[in-house]
């Protein structure tokens, strides 16, 4: 099998980077929009729990949502191809993010946030300067959890066209012994998660808040 995989890899070199680069970057645009709506969001209801309690429950029953019937809604509503992959990882990717965002600031102490109030911040200096990279590493955490998740939701894409590693894996499932096949495409999307996950553990961290001031836990 694996004697197998390697000559696949051979004579289809080209093509295994190509799908690789495709499915990394579908995974990584749906994590980085979910980033981009789910911080501020999470900031915009971290000190509104019932806004939130909604808001999370609602990214709660998205996360139930299994994904074929996820991509079977969304091509629906915008046909076959990468950006209904992306839309999906979005969805999926809001409910860590939107957890881990609210998480961090509210595990700040009162008493910090009272200080930069009492230096005559705004409450977006607040933001920027004190409370964001307090709760930074919490963030990371995050976003971490919602790429590994991305990776392997992206590589059912292939069912409705979008590409990626899925299209190895589903060729060798559609072909006599294909498993040095499916092993081909399965192996460089495993190996993608753990990368991803031990690059993004490292940033997280790095991140982690360096100062005089301690994250209640």
Do not use: W
């Amino acid at each position: 099998m694996i004697r197998g995989m390697l000559t696949y890899y051979s004579a289809n070199s080209s093509y295994v980077l190509e799908q690789f680069t495709r499915h990394f970057l579908i995974s990584i645009y749906g994590v980085l929009i979910a980033a981009v709506v789910g911080i501020p969001l999470g900031f915009f209801i971290s000190k509104r729990y019932k806004l939130s309690n909604t808001i999370i429950g609602f990214a709660n029953v998205l996360q139930t949502v299994p994904s074929l019937a996820m991509l079977a809604i969304l091509m629906l509503a915008m046909g076959i191809g990468s950006n209904t992959v992306i839309m999906a990882v979005f969805l999926y990717s809001l409910l860590p993010i939107l957890k881990n965002t609210t998480t961090g600031i509210n595990s700040i102490s009162p008493d910090i946030v009272d200080a930069a109030k009492g230096m005559g911040m705004t409450r977006l200096q607040s933001i920027i300067k004190v409370e964001l990279p307090l709760c930074l590493s919490v963030i990371m955490g995050g976003i971490r959890n919602a790429l590994v998740v991305a990776i392997g939701v992206t590589a059912i894409g292939t069912f409705i066209g979008a590409g990626g590693l899925g299209d190895i894996i589903s060729r060798g499932v559609n072909v006599a012994h294909g498993y040095s096949i499916i092993l081909a495409g399965a192996l460089p999307t495993a190996l993608m998660a753990i990368l991803s996950d031990l690059l993004l553990g490292f940033l997280e961290k790095k991140l982690m808040p360096n100062t005089g001031y301690k994250i209640k836990k």
